[in-house]
């Protein structure tokens, strides 16, 4: 095993604590900072020629996406926001040329890890290029629902909040004069708390990008100060011993008991992933052509869906938009618009959510989408779009 002063490399597989070595970076940082340490290192040497990341803007409802040159730059975009829905794949690809030159660091969530796989099946991005440091996620909340719950629920003014933070199954805000808990399985019976997508969601450790990292597993001493690290892929363990060697990340071995509690959570977190589908999907399995019909009656046309939709792609967009079985200037469409979406994403639809995050007329989409792709997996084995992934 070769040694860094006494570390020992890192390899696949492998899980440790990390923290940055950089005292602004650590106090910024969600958990210490080890992504933020990571991406910073990764351009400095040249291992990428950008970040992409995301940062706050005017408030903590504004999760924005930003493109990162100067290594100096990379402190703005640490810690986490929960209310940041957004999902980074389909910019690589419209913006960035979808790697196909410049080599990109990039942090995801789950369904961006996804994303990024459904786009590298269609030649859209180049994986090869693309460094993803994934945090785990165990859901984000719409800006406008936490605005609206934080007002009711918690009887705060939402543009008084500066800090939010999901910790111990509470979502909690920091506001001018205090902060205040509740937790998410109440705020979620009162239709509250996170995205409907995210409560159906099962890809919480995100073990296919390059290294998985969040705070699951980190007990003692280092609990919110160190981040929780999966080795996933040769290329994370290079980056991530190359940055240890620098002296950019300490790491420490991971407690035993820490790691059995991330295993019980992560579990847990299936478990309600399942029960959040089984009661989304029999509600709507009851009437489901009906609902559909019901629901997309409000559909302006407006093509954000197919636009947003890290599965769509050019020549489908085209074929569904310029579709003999869609009239042009119709509105609302013939459901069959809807229809055309659905099937040919049936295949493929990753639960992410934007469809629905950005309809304007606040159709349940991703509902829709998913549920037909999760009947699609079960009804034919082997899984339509075989993946390692729980869907
Ligand atoms: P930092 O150095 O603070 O870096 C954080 C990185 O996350 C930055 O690159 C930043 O740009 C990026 N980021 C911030 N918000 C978003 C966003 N909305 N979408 C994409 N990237 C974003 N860990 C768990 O163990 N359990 C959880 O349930 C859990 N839920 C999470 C939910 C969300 C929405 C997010 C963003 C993270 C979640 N995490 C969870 C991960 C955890 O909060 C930390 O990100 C992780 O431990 C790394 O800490 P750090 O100090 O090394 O990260
Ligand atoms: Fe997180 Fe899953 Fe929601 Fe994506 S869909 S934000 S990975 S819970
Ligand atoms: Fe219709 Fe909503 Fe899609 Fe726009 S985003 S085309 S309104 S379903
Ligand atoms: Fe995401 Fe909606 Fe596309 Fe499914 S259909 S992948 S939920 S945008």
């Known amino acids: 095993m070769a040694l860094f002063g006494g570390t020992p490399a890192v390899k696949k597989g492998d899980m440790l604590y990390a923290w940055s070595t950089d005292a602004e970076i650590q106090k910024k940082g969600e958990c210490g900072g080890a992504v933020t340490a990571l991406l910073k290192y990764a351009l400095e040497k040249k291992i990428v020629d950008g970040v992409l990341a995301v940062k706050k803007g005017i408030d903590i409802y ?18 986490s926001l929960h209310c940041g829905t957004l999902l980074l794949p389909k910019l690589v690809k419209k913006y960035l040329d979808g790697a196909k030159i410049k080599k990109i660091g990039v942090t995801v969530k789950g369904c961006d890890v996804m994303g990024f796989i459904e786009l590298a099946k269609r030649k859209q991005v180049n994986l090869d290029n693309i460094v993803m440091i994934g945090v785990n996620c165990g859901g984000s909340v719409s800006p ?63 073990r296919q990008a390059d290294l998985a990292c969040g705070n699951w597993g980190v007990i003692g001493e280092k609990a919110g100060k160190a981040t929780f690290v999966e080795v996933c892929s040769e290329k994370g363990a290079n980056l991530l011993n190359a940055a240890v060697k620098a002296g950019v990340i300490a790491t420490e071995e991971p407690d035993p008991k820490g790691i059995e509690i991330r295993g019980k959570t992560e ?34 046309k407006c093509y954000s ?37 659905f099937a040919h994403i049936s295949d493929s639809c990753i639960n992410c959510g934007q469809c629905e995050e950005l309809c ?6 991703a509902l829709f989408s998913h549920a037909i792709r999760s009947e699609a997996d079960s009804a034919f084995a082997p899984k339509l779009g075989a993946s390692a992934y729980k869907n």
């Not at 304007?360 to 989409?365: R, W």
Request: contains cysteine; proline residues 6%; positive net charge.
């Open 267 to 300: 579990n847990a977190m299936f478990k309600l992933g399942d029960k959040w589908r089984r009661k989304d999907f029999t509600a709507l399995g009851a009437n489901l052509w009906e609902t559909i019909n019901k629901e997309t009656s409000r559909c302006i």
């Open 144 to 206: 406008v629902s936490a605005r609206r719950m934080i007002a009711e629920k918690y009887g705060v003014d939402p543009d008084k909040v500066h800090k939010e933070e999901i910790d111990k199954g509470q979502f909690i805000i920091e506001y001018e004069g205090g902060h205040k808990g509740i937790s998410m399985d109440e705020l979620e019976e009162q239709g509250f708390g996170r995205r409907s997508n995210c409560r159906r969601c099962k890809y919480k450790v995100p």
């Open 360 to 365: 304007p007329m606040d159709i349940p989409l």
């Open 305 to 341: 869906c197919i636009e947003n939709c890290p599965v769509c792609f050019t020549a489908a967009d085209e074929l569904i938009k310029t579709s003999l079985m869609v009239k042009p200037g119709e509105v609302p469409p013939n459901s069959m618009f809807h229809m055309r979406r």
């Open 62 to 79: 504004d999760a924005q996406p930003t493109f990162i040159t100067d290594p100096k730059e990379i402190a703005k975009t640490a810690g």
